[in-house]
């Protein structure tokens, strides 16, 4: 099979992972060719919009397991394809000096077994970091099941490792991959999470979530987060909205992928993560998923009006990341200002607030931007709604930030 | 003499002496201009011989702080047309606001300082990722940019360290200057010096390029296509040197 031929159906079936990041890695690098960029840096944008960093492939697609959402599950009659370990070197190398990528994405089907694709995943790297002296960013899965002996030499040569969930809960997982055990990725988390350090692992873990391939809600995924970040310190949990590959009874018959919630998600795991929210804040048993119209923080605010508008010029750090329409930046620039000078509603647009959704929340000065009769939920709701889908603006895209 | 168009000998360090003069004489100009400027009817060109300290530098980092001053020289690069007058009205602020002068955005020089050096970084960080090379039959690695602002000098350190094994050169088509690199340093010289018209593209060229191709034709999922998003995070105005983008164009 020539190359190129590989190469597609290699990367084809790896672009369901939603991972690309290519940030927060502090290795040095002395010798040989790369280095990483701890901001990370994307060096394309695919047709969807999505970030291209890495060359994203898998080493072969052969798959003993049968996930049913899987393109590469074993009954699939689609062309198979292997790389030599010295294909990929070949192309990673080829890529990077000619600065179409920032590293490397490995991902395998199972071959065999557990242990024996780690070592084809380790023999490759190994090869790439040791022969081709490689210094850029490597990105690899780790094989759940496989020996421990293994995942430490597979962490030291890389810059993120990751093991996907796959789906939010146990039922799930038996429903859709009974192959898979979540409990040996888990084991992975942990192991991962007590040995990372400057050598191993450098930038931290990740994971992932199929969302809408089962009938969880918004709530039992948004609780499966928050409990990876606290448990094992994730550095991202990745959400990616099923897209129907394979037919089968057990999967549901989508006529989209469920771009929406996903940007929902992603909304509300920025929230937890940098802006001080709990779970619980956001979503209970009693109202379980995301209202598809307004963003996650802008519901909050709006079903606690009575602690709004909030005067910007004496709020707190926290009570200001709590207002639609103020980030971590512009929450920052607004706290060094006004120790400075007097803000009015001008300045706050050139800080970067994004007025149009923060003036419905916020005194400046004791003055509310609009006439203070407007204070009220439904006209408040109304707007934010239509701000959001006038058509032009309407954008389903999967968050991003340099810094993770 | 209030109220004149004064020229700077284009270097950056030629304009904070000019500056530093005009702050000194309490001198307002009424415009700040390199030597390609042509003036029109009404404008009263003064040409100041000023000895020139390198001292200035540190004079200006002490004064508002080594932050402030890299911001000022970003707006420098930038292609703002009256980025002089913003740095000399930022100095003169600068001088009673001092090393808080940044947190001062109510101040239109603040504002669009930090306007225009955010939009230089911007730049340079794209361009770090967007950059393509080819190699050459030498084995020398060769890419052209067409940056809005002279970013050239900030993008070749990082490719100094990402590529120290290669020579490569990177060329701005728009100033038609170019960044060499000859596995120790990088020189930035003038296009007129260098030619690469008879110089062919390596045998192995074309075979990764279209690997290159196939593999991104191959990465985008088909339900999920997002022209516009792809167009806000890649602007068509980088396509033109994107291998990849050659058959959308």
Redesign the interface.
């Known amino acids: 099979m020539e190359?190129?031929e590989k190469?597609?159906i290699l990367?084809?079936s790896a672009?369901?992972d939603a991972s690309c990041s290519s940030s927060g890695s502090h290795r040095k690098t002395t010798h040989?060719?790369?280095?990483v960029?701890v901001?990370g840096?994307?060096?394309?944008?695919?047709?969807?919009?999505?970030?291209?960093?890495l060359?994203?492939i898998l080493l072969t697609n052969c798959c003993i397991f049968d996930c049913k959402y899987c393109l590469n599950r074993k009954n699939n009659t689609i062309k198979r394809a292997i790389f030599t370990p010295e294909e990929i070197c070949e192309?990673t190398i080829?890529?990077y000096?000619?600065?179409?990528i920032?590293g490397l994405f490995l991902s395998s089907g199972i071959v065999k077994s557990p242990d024996y694709t780690m070592e084809l995943l380790i023999e490759t790297l190994r090869l790439l970091r040791k022969k081709y002296h490689f210094g850029g960013y490597i990105h690899a899965k780790a094989i759940p099941g496989a020996s421990e002996k293994l995942l430490k030499e597979l962490g030291s040569l890389v810059d993120r490792l990751s093991a996907n969930i796959e789906l939010p809960t146990e039922n799930g997982l038996k429903l859709l991959a009974p192959n898979k055990d979540s409990s040996k990725v888990h084991k992975i988390m942990q192991y991962v999470k007590t040995n990372q350090n400057n050598q191993y692992v450098p930038a931290g873990q990740s994971t992932q979530m199929i969302i809408g391939a089962t009938k969880e809600s918004d709530l039992e995924i948004m609780e499966k987060s928050s409990h990876l970040y606290d448990t094992y310190h994730l550095k991202r949990v990745f959400y990616s909205?099923y897209?129907p590959v394979n037919k089968d009874s057990l999967l549901p018959s989508l006529e989209?992928?469920p771009?929406k919630r996903e940007n929902r998600l992603y909304q509300a795991d920025f929230l937890l993560r940098f802006y001080h929210f709990k779970v619980k804040d956001l979503l209970n048993p009693d109202n379980p998923n995301f209202n598809i119209l307004v963003d996650p923080k802008a519901d909050w605010a709006l079903r606690h009006l009575d602690e709004f508008p909030k005067e910007v010029t004496t709020s707190s750090y926290h009570d200001l990341l709590k207002i639609p329409g103020i980030g971590v930046k512009s929450a920052k620039?607004i706290i060094?200002?006004r120790?400075?000078?007097?803000?009015?509603f001008d300045?706050l647009k050139?800080?970067g607030v994004v007025l149009k959704r923060a003036k419905y929340f916020i005194t400046c000065g004791g003055k509310y931007f609009l006439d203070s009769s407007l204070f009220k939920k439904e006209f408040i709701e109304k707007n934010l709604v239509l701000e959001e889908f006038i058509p032009e603006k309407?954008?389903?895209?999967q968050l991003r930030l340099?810094n993770e | 003499m209030n109220n004149g168009c004064f020229i700077y000998e284009d270097t950056f360090l030629s304009l904070l002496n000019l500056i530093h003069y005009l702050l000194k004489n309490a001198i307002k100009p009424d415009k700040i201009k390199n030597t390609s400027y042509s003036p029109n009817l009404f404008d009263e060109v003064v040409h100041l011989t000023i000895l020139e300290e390198k001292e200035i530098f540190n004079k200006v980092i002490q004064l508002i702080g080594s932050y402030a001053t890299r911001a000022l020289y970003y707006v420098f690069l930038s292609n703002e047309e009256n980025k002089e007058l913003i740095l000399y009205y930022l100095l003169l602020n600068g001088q009673k606001y001092k090393d808080k002068i940044l947190f001062h955005r109510h101040l239109r020089c603040v504002s669009e300082t930090i306007r225009i050096s955010n939009y230089v970084i911007h730049e340079v960080h794209k361009y770090k990722g967007f950059v393509r090379f080819q190699e050459l039959e030498n084995h020398i690695l060769y890419a052209e940019v067409e940056p809005v602002n002279d970013v050239l000098e900030l993008i070749a350190p990082h490719f100094k360290k990402r590529l120290k094994n290669d020579y490569w050169i990177i060329k701005d088509v728009r100033r038609n200057r170019l960044s060499l690199y000859d596995k120790k340093n990088y020189y930035l010289v003038s296009g007129h010096e260098f030619s690469l018209e008879t110089t062919l593209k390596s045998h192995e060229e074309q075979k990764v390029e279209e690997l290159w191709k196939a593999f991104y034709k191959t990465i985008g999922i088909q339900e999920r296509k997002n022209e516009r998003c792809r167009m806000n995070f890649m602007p068509k105005k980088y396509w033109k040197y994107m291998l990849e983008m050659e058959d959308e164009l």
């Open positions: 190359l190129k190469l597609q990367a084809d672009k369901y040989g060719i790369g280095n960029a901001s840096i994307c060096h394309s944008f695919s047709s969807d919009g999505r970030c291209i960093s060359l994203k192309v080829n890529f000096r000619r600065n179409y920032e909205a897209i989209k992928p771009l620039r060094y200002s120790r400075v000078f007097k803000l009015c300045d050139k800080m309407k954008e389903f895209e340099f």
